[in-house]
Structures are given as C-alpha cells and as structure tokens.
C-alpha cells in the first residue's frame, strides 16, 4: 500500500512541474518579441588579434566578418593618433568551401541571437570572445559574448566560426597593418 501511494505522489508532483514548465515556457514564448531579419550578406564576424595587455599596438584588435557568399571581409581600425576614427575594409579572402559549410550548418543566427552566455569575470587572466549577428540592412543587432563566456553551445559556435578562417593570411595582413600603423605614428 505504502508503494503504490508513494508511486500516486511522484506521479502527481512530475504532472504538476511538466504543466508548471509548459505555462512558464508559454508565457516566456508570448512574451518575446518577434525575430528581426538576418542580414543576407553576414553570417557573422569575430574580432581578431589584440591582447588583453601590452601597449597600445598589442591591444588593437581587428574584426573579421564571414560573407554568406564564402568569403571574410577583413577591418583594422583607423586612427588619429590614438583615437580610433573608425574601420576600414583591409580585405577580403576565400574560405575554404568544406569549412564554410560546416560553419553554415552549425551557426543557428535565431539561437544566437536570443543567447545570453554567462560569463566569467572572476578570472583575472582570460579571454573575451564574441560573435556579431547582423540585420537585414548589415547594421548589428546583436554582439554574443563577452570575457570568458561559459555557455558551451556559445563556445562551439565561435571555434567552429574561428576554424574557418585563413589564419596565416590574416596574421599577415594583422601584422602589416599594426606595423604601418607604428611607422605612421613614429613608433
């Protein structure tokens, strides 16, 4: 007797929470305003280079955006003196086609859109990783990420996002930029 009323107890209390969890997830779907357009020539982009430390050239970071047509349009910032006035297009190169189909068949633009990764600012010596989803007029709508983010379907989107880059020619065209930028400003 004492088993089948624990059995009745466990049985009410798992349709209890099952009907708890769908109004909440109802009432979190009604709530959410509907999803913008997605750019239809971005995927996304990623910073590239800069540190964390060092002095001011170490930290400039450049911005790398994946095309949907297969290509990564390459940015560095502009300056005057030590003010950034702005980014400029350095260049664009090919991707690879088999990893850009695997980065199109792992990004999902809606779930990264509504994702907000924890992050971890308790760490004094990390990283920040982000990734841009754009609009349909190619303007931001959103920057996933920060410092030391802890979701680990966030962090699988932005390796495989990364993987696909042509490093050795972005380093390159990093290097070069940066080190222009110093003869420019008599570093």
Not at 96 to 124: F, G, H, Q, R, W
Not at 136 to 163: A, S, T, W
Request: charged content about 25%.
């Amino acid at each position: 007797m004492k088993k089948c009323i624990c059995i009745i107890i466990i049985l009410i209390m798992v349709c209890s929470l099952t009907a708890c969890g769908n109004r909440m997830k109802e009432a979190f779907e009604t709530s959410m305003e509907p999803l913008p357009e997605f750019s239809d020539r971005y995927l996304v982009s990623s910073n590239y280079g800069g540190g964390g430390w060092g002095d001011f050239y170490d930290c400039i970071s450049g911005e790398v955006r994946l095309c949907k047509n297969g290509t990564i349009e390459f940015y560095m910032p502009e300056y005057d003196g030590r003010t950034m006035t702005g980014m400029v297009l350095v260049d664009t190169l090919p991707v690879d086609p088999e990893k850009y189909a695997k980065v199109e068949k792992s990004i999902d633009l809606e779930e990264l859109y509504t994702l907000d990764p924890e992050l971890d600012e308790n760490v004094c010596d990390g990283y920040s990783r982000t990734l841009t989803v754009y609009g349909k007029d190619d303007h931001v709508l959103k920057v996933c990420g920060g410092y030391m983010p802890c979701n680990k379907r966030f962090n699988e989107m932005y390796q495989i996002v990364n993987e696909c880059y042509p490093k050795e020619e972005l380093s390159a065209l990093y290097d070069a930029w940066i080190e222009a930028l110093k003869k420019e400003n008599n570093f």
